[in-house]
């Protein structure tokens, strides 16, 4: 099975690097798409590229994660794909206001060891429940949506 393509939508540099470790600890084979910004996930997408998940920071410039949500999931191609917010807002409001967006998992950004490893078990049950989806599409042939 190919990798697992995954686009991350994170401003700042030190935690995208953290994030990439995060990746490899899960053991899952992927690749990662780093962008700094909403706008330029959404021009990644404009020309025809695409990903099995993102994982997206909710404060980023000139386009921030809820509005970059919302614009993902009214485009057709972009529908099927998973959405891990990895944000350092605890907000209630914000876990809410993703919620009901339709996100796959809400995780917050670790200060601590004990507290990466918890993110890095949840990220790892996300992205074995994507490859599996993917994998069985493409396996059996349906073109069954995720919703």
């Known amino acids: 099975m190919s990798a697992l393509n995954v686009l991350l939508a994170e401003d700042n540099a030190a935690d995208a690097m953290i994030i990439e470790e995060m990746l490899k600890e899960t053991g899952i ?24 998940v993102i994982i997206l920071d909710l404060n980023m410039p ?35 206001r993703v919620r009901r967006s339709g996100i796959d998992s809400y995780l ?11 993110v890095v078990r949840t990220l790892r049950t996300t992205l074995l429940g994507v490859k ?10 349906t073109s069954e949506e995720r919703t």
């Open 132 to 141: 599996a989806c993917r994998d069985g599409m493409r396996k059996d042939g």
């Open 62 to 96: 000139k386009m921030d994660g809820h509005t970059l949500i919302g614009r993902l999931r009214e485009r057709d191609e972009s529908r099927r794909i998973a959405i891990v917010v990895l944000t350092g807002s605890s907000s209630p409001a914000d876990k809410e």
């Open 108 to 118: 917050i950004k670790p200060m601590g060891i004990e507290e990466m490893d918890d």
């Open 29 to 52: 084979d992927s690749s990662l798409t780093w962008l700094k910004d909403g706008e330029a996930v959404l021009d990644h997408f404009s020309r025809g590229n695409t990903a099995d």
